[in-house]
Every structure is written in C-alpha cells, then in structure tokens.
C-alpha cells in the first residue's frame, strides 16, 4: 500500500486524472488501488460527477468501501445519492457494522430501513443490534466482528483460526477466550501467539484479568479505561459476562474528536457551527443565542462606567487602564476555565483533587495578580508622570481582578458540573463577560475612595 507526500502528490494525481481523462482503466485501478484509503478518498473528492461516475464504473463496491468510510458523512450522503441502489447494497455488506451503525444513525429511518430491508440478513441484524443500543455508550461504537477461542485450544489451533477468520474480523491482535456458554474467560495477545510454542495451549498462555466494559457504560469511560490500561480494543459484555462485542481505538479515536470539538465549540459559544458544512445562515442562528446573551451582560457593563462618569470625568486618565483591566480578567479566567473543565472532562477532578484544584488555582491567582499588579503599577506611575497614587489604584484593582477571575474561572465550571451540567457551557465569552463587569467595579471602587489623592 503506497502513501502519498507533497514531494509525489502533485504528480501522482495529475497522472489519476489523466487516466480518468483518457478511460485507461486498468491504468487507474492500478494505481489507485495501490494507495491508502486517506490518499483515495482526498484524491476523489477533487474529482467532478462525471469522473466520480467513471469511478464506480472501474472501482467495484468491496473496493470502495473503504474510500466510502473514509469520508465525511455529509460527502457519504452525498455519494449515497450518486450510486445504484445495488451497488450501494453490495458496498453496505462488505463495511464493519459499527461502521454502517454511525451512517445510518445520521440519515433519515425511512432511509435507514429501505437500506437494511434490502441487505444480507446476516449483516442488517448485525446492524440494528448496534442501533439499539443508546447512543454515546460502548453498546453503540462497538464491532461484532472479534475473534475468539476457547482455553483447551494449542497455539496451532490459533494459527488455523487466524487463517480461517481473521480476514473478516475488523481486529486481529487480541483473541478472546471464551467458555462454551461464550462467557469472557482470558485474553490473549498476537504478540503472546507468535512467541509461543505451537504445543501450548491457550489456557496457559492466556490473561485471565481482562478489563471489559457493558453495552451501557458511558463513551467517555471507554476512553478513559483504553487510554489508561494502554490497550487497542475493549471487549463488551452483557451483565452474565457473556462477550458481544469490542470497542476499538479507532473508534476510541473518532469519540476523542467529537469531545474535543463539541468542548471547543461550547468555550468558543459557537455549538454546531465549526463545521464548514453547515450553511452561513444555521451557524449564525447557533451563535446568536449566546452573542444576545453576552450583549446583555455588556450593558452591565456599560452601566458600571456609566454609574461612575463623574469620576471618569475629573480623572480622564483613569480611561486608559480600563482596556489592562478588561483584558487581564478576561485573560486570566480563561485559562483557569480551560484548565478546570479539561479535568472535568476526563473525569478526573473527584472530591480531594477538585479542593486542591481550588487550592492551586488561588495561589495561581495570587501569585500572577502580585506580578501583574506590580508591574501595571509601574505602567500606570510612567503614563501619570510619577503620580504614586494611580499607580496604587491601577496596581490594585489588577490584583484583585486576576485573583477574582482566577477563581471566577476555577470555580463557576465546577459548580455547573456539580449541577449535572456539562462544564463547557461556562464558555471563555461569558466568563470574560462576568470578570469585565467585576474587574470594572473594583477598578472604580478603588478610584472613588483614592480620587483625593491624585
């Protein structure tokens, strides 16, 4: 299997397009069928109907499959569109079923079940057992498709299970072992298999503490577990540990994404818009929500610098901070809320490490407010020529602004968590929001009660 680069790319696809050009099929099924499926599935999403057309006529449905699965699902729906009811059959049947489960949970039922209707009855049981699970759990993201064996089998027995089988399963370095009730007895590894003599029996070679998860344990935790434990696949079992499937880390990996980007676009206020996908119109009716929101709260803050204009008024210079004062809340909070809800996302801020979380965060706080407030008052002494009193002003209200929005960061995500809500709605935009307003009353508070002074 070759593997494009930027010193090849360039040239191997203008030659893929010029065999499509001049319909030298074998030509094209050569070398496209030499390359991974990522490099596929880039180089035909470049090319028009017509050529995508020409494809299917060269590429047979085992063939494409895997460039189908590749794809992102709006560009599957697409292609879906384009190809014959038979052939799209004939390609549903060769793919993973935990692969055609993530497809069909995003198109329509009616679709769903036209296309089940008409598959091999083998494969569409396969696949509306993996759809009746909840979604988001091991039940959902896992593959039927595993091998096993049982304990009083020899090493030479695995060989022959592995040439007879192992072609079909989605992942061959584990071997399950099994009893004959298909209870979950011991895992053994290839790595053990190949190191093995051939008169060795499974129940000597084989790891009886097998970590396993139910159909209904949660998405994250099956991260969590493989991420921990350093395994490539997790084998599901129902209550009475009978073995029903596996969870792979490539699934693993996809749910990884989805968390990353659902967290990102929650601190960002932008859910369900970064995908470049979705119409101008839907992203901008996902953000509004949150943007009406924070105009809201902005004319709180309007209303603090209006409630204090007199005071702006005799000390004009006091203006020019309020930028340094916003900034540094809206700043500081933000990091502090990245670090919290990042532990709150791996599940690992219980009780005794959220308090020393807490902890950490305030001496943080302190510590970068008595650098910070040092340093603005320096800032503030050089731009007031010399006037000792604002720079205690501006060095003050700094200190107690990053401390405050420290622990506004710190401790509003874990408050929500607590309320059994997902952390990432404490997002950067209203975090700032709520340290502007508080950075702003303490920098005039402390203006007022020193304006004798400057």
Known sequence: MMMLDFKNREEYTFYLHMYLKEQEREKFRDDFLALHPIDQVEIFSELNVQKRKRVYEWIGPKEFAPIFRGMERNQQKQIVTELKESYTIKMFEEMAPDDMTDFFE?????????????????????????????????????????????????????????????????????????????????????????????????????????????????????????????????????????????????????????????????????????????????????????????????????????????????????????????????????????????????????????RRMIKRELLTGLIMGIVCGLFAALLAQFYGFGNMALGLIVGTALFGTVVISTMTGTIIPIIIHKLRIDPTVASGPFITTINDIVGLLLYFAIASSLATYL
């Not at 396969?126 to 959902?140: C, F, H, P, Q, V």
């Not at 027995?157 to 089988?165: G, H, I, S």
């Not at 998405?219 to 792979?248: C, F, H, K, S, W």
């Not at 206020?269 to 709260?297: T, Y």
């Open 106 to 354: 995003e198109i329509p039922n009616h679709l769903t079940g036209y296309f089940l209707d008409r598959m091999d009855e083998q494969e569409a049981h396969a696949i509306k057992r993996l759809m009746s699970y909840e979604k988001k759990t091991a039940g959902s993201l896992m593959t039927t498709e595993y091998l096993t064996i049982q304990q009083e089998k020899t090493v030479a027995d695995v060989f022959e299970t592995l040439r007879a089988e192992g072609k079909d399963a989605e992942m061959i370095y584990y071997l399950y072992v099994v009893n004959e009730n298909n209870q979950l007895m011991g895992v053994l590894s290839l790595k053990d298999v190949l190191t093995s003599s051939l008169h060795e029996t499974v129940r000597q070679l084989m790891k009886k503490h097998v970590i396993s998860v139910f159909p209904h344990t949660d998405q994250r935790e099956v991260v969590q577990l493989i991420r921990d434990y350093d395994i490539v696949a997790i084998p599901v079992t129902t209550e009475t540990n009978q073995m029903i499937g596996i969870v792979t880390v490539d699934d693993v990996m996809d749910v990884v994404e989805d968390e990353v980007t659902g967290d990102f676009e929650e601190l960002a206020g932008a859910k369900g818009s970064i995908n470049l996908e979705v119409h101008p119109i839907k992203a901008a009716m996902k953000r509004l929500p949150w943007l009406l929101l924070l105009m809201v709260f902005g004319m709180a803050t309007a209303s603090v610098v209006q409630h204090f204009e007199d005071t702006l008024a005799q000390l004009a210079l006091l203006a020019i901070f309020i930028p340094l004062i916003t900034d540094m809340g809206g700043n500081t909070g933000t990091q502090s809320l990245a670090v919290v809800v990042r532990q709150l996302t791996l599940e690992k801020l219980k009780h005794p490490t959220c």
